[in-house]
Structures are given as C-alpha cells and as structure tokens.
C-alpha cells in the first residue's frame, strides 16, 4: 500500500513539474516575440525619419523637323533639337541648410536657307540654346526665417555663338562668370528665397583671345584674360508645382559694381528667367522658356530669348 501511494506522489510530481516547465517555455516564447515586435517596429520607425538630402533630377528632349516642297504659302524647311537637364541637390538638417542645383541646356537648329534640302552642304546647323550654372548656397539659422549665407554661382556656355554667321561673340568659358558673395537668405518657404549680399565679387573670364577686342570684352581690358568687380548681390529664386501638372522655375538676379562711376541702373547687370513645365501627360509636356538679361559690359541692349515647345520629360 505504501508502495502505490509512494508512485503516485511521484507522478503527481513529474507531472506538476512538466507542467510548470511547459508554462515557463510558453512564457519565454512570448516573451522572445513581444521582444521581437518591439525590435521591429524600433527598425521601422527608424526608417521613417526625414532624411537630409532632397535630391531631384530632370532632362527635358526636344526636336523639331518641318519640311516645304511646292508649297504654295512658302516656308522654309528646319530641323532642330535640344536637351535641359536641371538638378538639384539639397542638404536640411537642424540650423543648417546647404543648396546645390545644376542647370545644363543645349541645342542646335539648321534651316534649307538656299532652297536646296535641309542637309545641303550650303546649309549649316547653329546654336539655338547654350547654358551652364552651376549654383550653391550655404546657409546657417540666424533667426526667424533668416540665414547667415555665402553663395557660388558659374555661368558660361559649351559651344561658339555667332552674330550673323559670321561674327564670333561667345565660345567655351568665353565668357564666363564666377559669383562668391557673403550676405543673408531670407526663407520663408522651401521654395522661396531673397538673398541679399552687400559683399560679393564677380569674375569674367574669357579664354578665347579673339574675343578681347575694343568694344566686345566683356569689360576686360586686351591683353587680359579676367576681370575682377566687388560689389553688391541680390537674387530671388521660385520653384514650385504651382498647380497640378503646372511647375515654375523662375529666378531674378541683379549684380551692381562698387567702382563704375554712372548711373545706377546703368552699373547694374540684371538677369531675370523663367522656366514653366505644363505635364500634358506621363510621356509628354509642354514648356516655355523666357529670359530676359542687360549686361552694359557686353552692350547697352536690353537681350531677350524666349523659347516654347513640346517635350519628353524624364526624372530621376
């Protein structure tokens, strides 16, 4: 009797002791996996933190080809393309902001001017759109929306440009200018900014010889290659979807030199620009282009280049 009562206390102790480690293995697995979702959802949030760099790209393919045979109301027979690329590379984080932004543009046109074909030896292509800037802003919160800022800004072309066919009055680096200046950004939206700079110098280069000549260069004296000015910088710059499907590139830049001694608006270059992209669909968009420029180192003219077409936009 003391035998069976013995095995049973014994099994009813084996059994109590497998039960509580099973309960205790089931505890430890859930705790394992309330442990892993937490470890889970730590790695997911992290990865829905804003990220410092915005980075865009954008290269806009245009062409054009119209033909004229016995045609009775005339016209003259063209073929012609161009390429945009516009980038910009932006740095945000805390009291920092640093903007970077390239602007690249090309393109060639050729007409059938001696009624011989398009492609008739007579006939040759020329530029019809020719552009490098090179653009960067650092800023560091002052107050409010204002930054302490210091800029570079480099403008030149790719390729000769000709006056009548005949007259050389630009090539590569020929000219060029580089913009440094020191002031303060106001920015109030990510897409708005006014830069005032009281401190700022502006280099012209031109490396082509051809083109320092009395009365074309670009404020450089023959015999030189560059020409240093100080004086002050403003430039304002947009850039939005202003509507769906409707984007605004547009900026407005004035440059006054300290050492001419005449009036003001004739010491101040002015550059004003605007670049409009209507998505006409996922493969195709419309554009317009106008730009606007008085530079009494190079004439007392006011220049104007306007441009409008059908393009295939592609971003990346």
């Known amino acids: 009797m003391k035998k069976i009562i013995l095995f049973l206390g014994l099994t009813f102790c084996v059994s109590i002791l497998s039960f509580s480690q099973d309960d205790v293995k089931k ?3 859930t705790a394992a996996n309330s442990a892993a979702d937490k470890v889970s959802k730590i790695v997911i949030d992290t ?15 245009n062409a054009e080809q119209s033909t004229f045979e016995n045609w009775e109301q005339g016209g003259v027979g063209s073929v012609s393309f161009s ?4 980038g910009f590379y932006n740095y945000s ?28 030896s007579g006939n040759k292509f020329r530029k019809n759109e020719d552009k490098i800037e090179l653009n960067s802003i650092f800023g560091y919160k002052a107050f409010k929306c204002w930054n302490y800022s210091a800029l ?5 072309q790719f390729d000769d440009g000709f006056k009548n066919d005949t007259i050389l009055v630009s090539s590569f680096l020929s000219p060029a200018y580089l913009i440094t200046s020191i002031g303060l950004e106001y920015k109030p ?21 051809d083109l320092i000549t009395e009365g074309n260069a670009f404020g450089i004296i023959p015999g030189d290659h560059f020409n240093f000015a100080f004086g002050s910088y403003v430039k304002i710059f947009f850039e939005k979807e202003v509507a769906k499907n409707v984007h605004v590139l547009s900026k407005l830049e004035f440059f006054s030199d300290y050492n001419k001694e005449s009036v003001f608006y004739r010491n101040t270059d002015i550059n004003f620009e605007t670049f409009v992209t209507l998505k006409v669909n996922k493969y195709l968009s419309a554009f317009v282009n106008i730009q606007l420029a008085y530079n009494n180192d190079f004439n007392s003219n006011l220049q104007f280049k306007e441009r409008f077409g059908l393009s295939i936009p592609l971003s990346f």
Not at 47 to 61: A, G, V, Y
Not at 107 to 119: E, S, V, Y
Not at 195 to 205: A, M, N, V
Request: aromatic share 12%.
């Open 27 to 29: 505890s430890a697995v």
């Open 47 to 61: 990865t829905n933190k804003p990220k410092s760099w915005t980075l865009k790209n954008n290269l806009t393919l």
């Open 83 to 86: 390429a945009f690329f516009k």
């Open 93 to 120: 984080k805390r009291n920092v902001n640093w903007d970077n932004s390239v602007e690249l543009s090309y393109g060639k046109m050729r007409q059938d001017n001696n009624g011989k074909g398009i492609f008739d």
């Open 152 to 156: 570079v800004n480099f403008k030149s």
């Open 189 to 209: 939206r990510p897409y708005l900014s006014l830069l005032i700079s009281p401190i700022t110098g502006r280099t012209t280069f031109v490396l082509n010889k």
